[in-house]
């Protein structure tokens, strides 16, 4: 079974604090992928990595950056965390089909 | 630009009846269409998938039907059972290339089923 975990289930933060969100893949995946979840909006790609230390902007990447130094970990990063920015963050890896998710986290920022 | 659209936000039907989840996309490039349900606090969960070269893939209640020429797909589930009660997200993809696994989702659509 393949497993993704995040580091935080929830996390509250204030608003200007740099925030890290870890993602841990166990199926030697290539890709994987950060999304954000808000109602009405479905789930918007932020940044995906296809590999060791690279990665792509998906389609809402203001505000954020990652970090891909191990194959397995996925970091995502909030250098400025302002209040639109509070929002449920979901991780996922992938085998070119299918995407595995994981539990998510939801981050709010006061 | 929405690629993928499911333009029902809720749906709401009786146990052991059919639900039918509705998905529309404008890229010609996609080839690979995916649902996922997703439950309140937990991450999104694979349901069902089907290629391009197939119009209908059925897993036990669940079947989704693929219109190409309309560029729509449809997800069956019959019969509705209450624990089926999520929001559900139409994915799609194009594959090959350098697509990278990467999927594009619609806003989804919440569906309660009433015991």
């Known amino acids: 079974d393949v497993k993704v975990t995040q580091s935080s289930r929830y996390l509250v933060k204030r608003t200007g604090e740099k925030v890290f969100l870890e993602c841990v893949q166990d199926?030697?995946?290539?890709?994987m992928f950060w999304y954000r979840q808000d109602p009405g909006l479905g789930l918007r790609l932020i940044y995906f990595s296809y590999d060791v230390k690279m990665k792509e902007k998906g389609d809402i990447p203001e505000g954020y950056s990652v970090s891909r130094e191990k194959k397995e970990r996925f970091s995502l990063i909030l250098e400025s965390a302002s209040t639109n920015q509070t929002s449920m963050y979901l991780c996922?890896?992938?085998?070119?089909?299918?995407?595995?998710f994981g539990p998510g986290t939801r981050l709010t920022v006061t | 630009d929405q690629q993928v659209k499911q333009n029902s936000p809720s749906l709401s039907v009786q146990e052991g009846r059919i639900s039918i989840l509705n998905c529309d996309y404008t890229?010609?490039?996609?080839?690979?269409f995916l649902w996922y349900k997703k439950y309140p606090a937990e991450g999104p969960t694979f349901l069902i998938s089907i290629s391009s070269i197939k119009d209908k893939n059925e897993d036990g209640r669940f079947t989704v039907f693929l219109n190409k020429s309309a560029k729509h797909l449809s997800l069956h589930i019959v019969p509705s059972q209450p624990g089926d009660s999520a929001v559900y997200f139409c994915?799609?993809?194009?594959?090959?290339?350098?697509?990278?696994?990467?999927?594009?989702f619609g806003q989804g659509t919440i569906l309660t089923v009433h015991p």
């Open positions: 996922a890896s992938s085998d070119s089909y299918e995407q595995y």
């Open positions: 890229n010609s490039m996609f080839d690979y």
């Open positions: 994915a799609a993809k194009a594959l090959g290339g350098t697509s990278y696994g990467k999927l594009t």
């Open positions: 199926m030697d995946h290539e890709n």
